[in-house]
């Protein structure tokens, strides 16, 4: 079966400038993740989406990041604008029915992204 | 807090022989706990996991062994490969009400000798 899908792979902006990353799940993967990881960090959870409702938001600085999952199935994540702190790999991941014994997520390879 | 932390952020083994990537945990109510292996350039990978109501499980080629008493737990590889070189992370499960947070740890990056 196909793996989460993202897009692009790196991006690099200058601060104050806008960006948009895209994930594509696992189909019929209903419970979706966006995910921080900061060099040498572990992966930090921004938010999760069950089917085209969020579940947690709490860690997305709300106040520059946005996402939407729309029809419940791809989801876009935005940065607007850009700090210089933002340069990480923003991980999506998808899981049938959300996190449990047997049900993992599955990530895709990332985006990358510098800002200068 | 929550916080889940790696005791070595750095492991060379060599081939062949066993690795044991520790990790303590903070939350006494997480409910269960997955291992991840990251290879350069490429998202986390499940490798196993364990309910909180076990002490053991093992896969192939790896073991986690939890021990809620110090809230510790570790993942041992045998016969260690080239291939198993990647940044290891574990992670805890919080169970809530109607959806389940994960949380990472730091991660130990583990490199294999020739």
């Known amino acids: 079966e196909a793996g989460v899908a993202q897009s692009p792979r790196y991006k690099i902006i200058e601060k104050r400038q806008s960006v948009a990353f895209w994930c594509n799940p696992i189909s019929g993967h209903a419970t979706l993740y966006w995910y921080q990881q900061i060099l040498g960090q572990g992966p930090k959870l921004l938010i999760q989406?069950?089917?085209?409702?969020?579940?947690?938001d709490s860690q997305l600085p709300k106040d520059r990041f946005s996402a939407e999952r729309l029809k419940g199935v791809d989801s876009t994540l935005k940065i607007q604008p850009a700090k210089l702190e933002d340069s990480a790999v923003y991980l999506c991941?998808?899981?049938?029915?959300?996190?449990?014994?047997?049900?993992?997520?599955?990530f895709g390879q990332g985006t990358r992204l510098t800002v200068v | 807090g929550e916080s889940v932390g790696l005791h070595l952020p750095t492991l060379s083994v060599q081939e062949g022989d066993n690795s044991i990537i520790n990790c303590a945990y903070s939350?006494?109510?997480?409910?269960?706990f997955i291992w991840y292996k990251q290879e350069s350039g490429k998202g986390p990978q499940f490798i196993i996991d364990i309910r909180s109501n076990m002490d053991k499980r093992q896969g192939q080629r790896v073991t986690v062994l939890l021990n809620k008493t110090v809230k510790h737990l570790s993942l041992q590889i045998a016969a260690t490969q080239p291939g198993d070189s990647a940044v290891y992370f574990c992670a805890e499960n919080n169970k809530g009400a109607s959806y389940d947070k994960v949380i990472f740890g730091p991660g130990t990056s583990l490199s294999v000798i020739p």
């Open positions: 939350n006494s109510a997480s409910d269960y």
């Open positions: 991941a998808s899981s049938p029915t959300g996190y449990g014994m047997n049900t993992e997520a599955f």
């Open positions: 989406f069950q089917n085209n409702g969020v579940v947690d």
